[in-house]
């Protein structure tokens, strides 16, 4: 069902100050709340903790070292900083004052709005087990992706290092968290460096002997995907050597691996000094801060529930996109946590505005379902589109096409290109750097856990 405009505090593009929208995130969602406002005669104040947009999908690739961090970045400033009608703060916004209508920065700046667009994202989801981060990073950040890295690239140096063969056998075994598409192609670039790229690397160690384990607590992989292609993606992984385990279950997670529970209630202890968490992700932290503020329940995952024009309930001057968001489309179903439908509630949110620049109604939210894609190694991935199902390298072929047309900047753009065509042709991935002090893998719990 539409709001009426009448239901909201109208917006007046004839008074003397013009009307005033925060968006909160620079993500998908909030650039495209931006960009389409532009010129529509709000004055739009665009916040994000971080100074760069973030194509969150190739994350993984950065952490396996396919990537440079810089090709999947791009400052917001220069996406929306020289439109004059949209003010770039970098802030991380701390408090939402429902009643004055203002946002607050952690260092006390206000910023008023007529309307606010929240479009914070995600986090990763630990199950009410956070102490399981330190040992089991998400890939949510560069940050994230870059200690993924370090921890990766240096469990092979100190396994070349090490004369022990039990130490020697659990740096080179990595345990990835969850089958969904950030698991699968985790799993599978982590066997494909191992099998490949480090092959002829080291005069210690084997890497083709290193042992790759992926836990999904469902009955199969990528369970959003047709049963067909989740088996297809099976076999593609075990193809690569990596291990499926499905109804398996993190018990516990430490600096030595992890425990895992499996059906019929066995134990297994898998001993790993790189783990990857892709089991869950949650909505940001100021989703709480607003469902606080607004007096609003929380859905499962920490994220905010909107009605039909993205909109919370209450105050339907507040809309919440993207990842954060509990939404759902016109025909009921729930809509992605998906860069595409970040996009597309964005947009929204946009024309909602409009609508109530013109005294009109807002429309319902309709999410277009675009298809899904997840790549699980060289020329191999799955794809769905509706009825439509393709594996093999005809799917890896359109993932490919559409993460570069998503990517933000021709600059950007050329590089990836160039990157996968060249790791594609010799098997190399040029960006195998350490980015931080290198120490040995574990020897920091190692000491915490010695007497004295």
Known sequence: MATLAADVHPLDRSAAASPKAVIIGGGFGGLAAAKDLVGSGVDVTLIDRRNHHLFQPLLYQVAT????????????????GDEDDVEVVLG???EIDVG??????????RYDYDRLVVAAGAVSHYFGHPEWEQHAPGLKSLEDATELRARILGAFEEAELTSDRERRRALMTFVVIGGGPTGVEMAGAIAEIATTTLADDFHHIDPAETRVVLLEGADRL??????????????SLRHLGVEVWTGAFAEEIDAGGVTVTLD????????????????GVGGAPVGATLADAAGVELSRG?????????????????????????ATSTDGSPV???APAAQQGGRHAARCIAADLEGVARPAFRYLDKGSLATIGRSKAVAEFGKLRFSGLVAWVLWWAVHIALLIGFRSRVLVMFSWGW??????????????AWRPVGREAERESSPG
Do not use: M, Q
């Open 92 to 94: 991380d916004v701390v």
């Open 222 to 235: 990528l369970t959003p995907f047709h049963p067909k292609l989740s088996a297809k993606a099976k076999r």
């Open 100 to 109: 004055g209508r203002a946002v607050v920065c952690d260092d006390g700046r």
């Open 336 to 338: 992605p946590g998906l």
């Open 302 to 326: 920490g994220r905010v529930p909107v009605g039909s024009d993205l909109s919370i309930a209450g105050h339907p001057e507040i809309f919440v996109v993207g990842d954060l968001a509990d």
């Open 264 to 279: 019929g209630g066995a134990e297994e202890r898998l001993d790993a000094h790189t783990v990857v968490w892709g089991a």
């Open 65 to 80: 070292a396919g990537l440079s961090p810089a090709d999947i970045a791009y400052p917001i400033r220069g996406i929306v």
């Open 423 to 436: 790791s594609w042709l010799t098997y190399n991935r040029g960006a195998r750097l350490i980015t931080r």
